[in-house]
């Protein structure tokens, strides 16, 4: 047998050859592979087999438009069957709906128009060819793991998900993931060498005025299939909506189409009328200033009552909490936005009492409009009356901008995970709910008046796993024979009956608090779990549950309500009358022209002249800290060996050490105490603590404190600034 010898790779001659190269010698080394390369092609274009096809590639270019035509249907066709995870619904759409998919075809075929503007044809066939399939298999990926389908925001949030990339994808499909992106990267780049040119004479002018000229018909057909209804440019249900009109022409909608277009009859005299000569700007109430409660909401993820469920039963009541509220207080269904994903535009509806329907498709308004303008919110409407306003969030502050946004309309504060000591996760890794009571009492404890608390859960958030995960779980589901079914639903369900222990031990708190209060528990969307109508009593996926609970004495009233109009409801309640858009929700509901005015109005807020405040806009910059806390020091300690250990109070895993400017290495050990392995300290160190968001966000920074005789001396006032924005002192650093 012959042996395999192992050729002694010469490093000492390589490392001779690098240090005696010379420019002549690199230069020759080009032009000799460049000249092999074109004898290689020179070769291949002169072979037996490149002659005998050559009548048919001249043919195929003469035919290029129909063959086109013909691979932007097999492309359509493709991506709509990952889209829908089979080729049979796509093969049921393409015949059902031959308008649509012809429609979504021509779109694709547009985009071929610009390969007669080079060579390379084959090229760019290839590379317009994979960017449509990517965008269909990013979107059937999307819809295993979310009802949501894939859209242009969803890049506006992306950094945000790549915190939570562990959250969606395991060990091997992430392995899987990167094997796919470098093998289609290697074969493009190949495909550049080996696609070949077109060898015929490029006009380009030509070229060119027909790109512009398929795009003009395109447009035109757009606005005709739109007119005869073939689409639609509203979409009530995105995902819905994809399956209608296809991917092609719902992604393209969600990047085009994003704010509010200005209505036809907008100008300031109608402003005017809408807002009853502007009077819904006023901010008032008949309650006297001691009688004012304390106002909370809590918008628990992925929440809805099991009960609703008509497919499977629970061992015992998952929501034994607010089933007594829902008893006791008022109640109903709560009609929100979105189905399996967008909490932030929940979160936004009710923040704000504007309707999403009025945006583009798919749009966030946190990553738009709000992310860099200021508005009104239910945060402004009740600090005009005196109340403090407080956000919290048991996950990361950068998370759908909600840091900048909730600076932009009027919070004072913002408490998110990095100020959190999060000790208990689910068993997919989320933060549990129940570590957001101590810091509503903590936000409360920092004002003196009543306060506004909006909390935001995140315990409840998928992806729910198919194997059982929870060794002993409280709650047993029957009834579901599949048995990944069964376990996704069972660790949902215990999920569910710990935010409802959440629910009832804040309740608890706040009577232990005894002052009057008010607290709204709402389900921002339905779990994603691939439900359908029928699975639930009232066969509407956009319903989850509510409850208003008090300790004021207010009458039992249930009824169901959308989510743009929940907070005007809570205040009307209160007998307070405060906030642009609240106030029109209580005047005009039930109205002539209530929506189609609803939309003037939030256009002129958001867009337009914002004619309804005549020059008083309540807003006009934020002033939010993130967190109420201050980070102290104490002492620092040094070890034995190398390094010290930090001593203060308030400290989080997200506190990072600064010594004159420098990130130290650390290690959190717990809320009084940071170790510093490597870190040499001198006479005068400046030592600062800061905590940190995502992409390195100084979120707030501590005093800053000198090392002077092994101790360490406070210079007071050098802290973040409790006055200003955290948004303007970030800016003025950078």
Known sequence: MKKIQIRKPDVKGAVHKLKNLKKEDVKAYWTAKRERRARILEERKNSAFARKMKPVYRFMNQISLLLHAVLACMINFVIE?????????AWNYMTGTPLVFLYNAFMIFVTFSVVYLVRRRMFVRIIISVLWLTLGVANGYMLMKRVTPFNAQDFKVAKDGLTLINNYFNGIELVGLAVGIGAVVIWVISMWRRGGQYDGKVRRLWALAG????????GVMSDLAVEKRIVSTYFGNIAFAYEDYGLPYCFMASVFNTGITEPNDYNEKTIVEISNDREITRNETGRGEDELPNIIFIQLESYFDVEEAEFFTTSEDACPNLHAMYDQYSSGYFKVPSIGAGTANTEFEVLTGMNLRYFGPGEYPYKTVLKNQVSESAATALTKLGYGAHALHNNGGNFYS????????????????????????????????????????????????????????????????????????????????????????EYYVNQVYEMDQFAGNLVKALEDRGEPSVVVFYGDHLPTMGLKAEDLKSRYLYNTNYV???????????????????????????????????NYHQERRKTK?????????????????????????????????????????????????????????????????????????????????????????????????????SSNTTFRKSDEYLYQDKELVVQEGTATDKTKSWVEQLDEEG
């Open 81 to 89: 069957a990952i889209s829908r995870h089979s080729a049979i619904e």
């Open 211 to 218: 790109v512009v000229v398929w795009f003009a018909i395109y």
């Open 402 to 489: 909600r840091a900048r946004v909730f600076n932009n309309i009027g919070f004072d504060s913002y408490t998110s995970k990095e100020f959190m000591n999060i000790l208990q996760m689910t068993e997919n890794g989320w933060a549990k709910d129940d570590i957001l009571i101590q810091h509503i009492m903590d936000a409360m404890d920092s004002t003196k008046q009543q306060d506004f608390v909006f909390g935001i859960s995140v315990q409840g958030h998928g992806d729910y796993p198919e194997e059982r995960v929870i060794e002993n779980p409280k709650i047993l589901v029957e009834g579901i024979e599949d048995e990944a079914a069964k376990n996704k639903w």
């Open 548 to 582: 208003i609970w008090d300790n004021i004495g207010l009458k039992k009233e249930d009824r169901n309500i959308p989510s743009y109009q929940i907070m005007s409801d809570v205040l009307d309640r209160l007998d307070i009358h405060s906030g642009t858009v609240f």
């Open 593 to 693: 022209n209530y929506l189609a005015d609803l939309e003037l109005l939030q256009y002129d807020i958001l867009y337009g002249d914002q004619y309804v405040y005549d020059g008083k806009p309540p807003i006009t910059e934020g002033h939010m800290v993130m967190g109420v806390r201050d980070v102290t020091l104490q002492n620092v300690i040094p070890h034995l060996g190398e390094g010290y250990s930090l001593y203060g109070e308030n400290f989080t895993k997200s506190s990072k050490v600064f010594v004159n400017g420098e990130k130290q290495k650390s290690t959190f050990l717990n809320n009084t105490r940071i170790d510093l392995p490597e870190t040499e300290l001198y006479e005068d160190d400046v030592i600062v603590v800061s905590q940190m968001g």
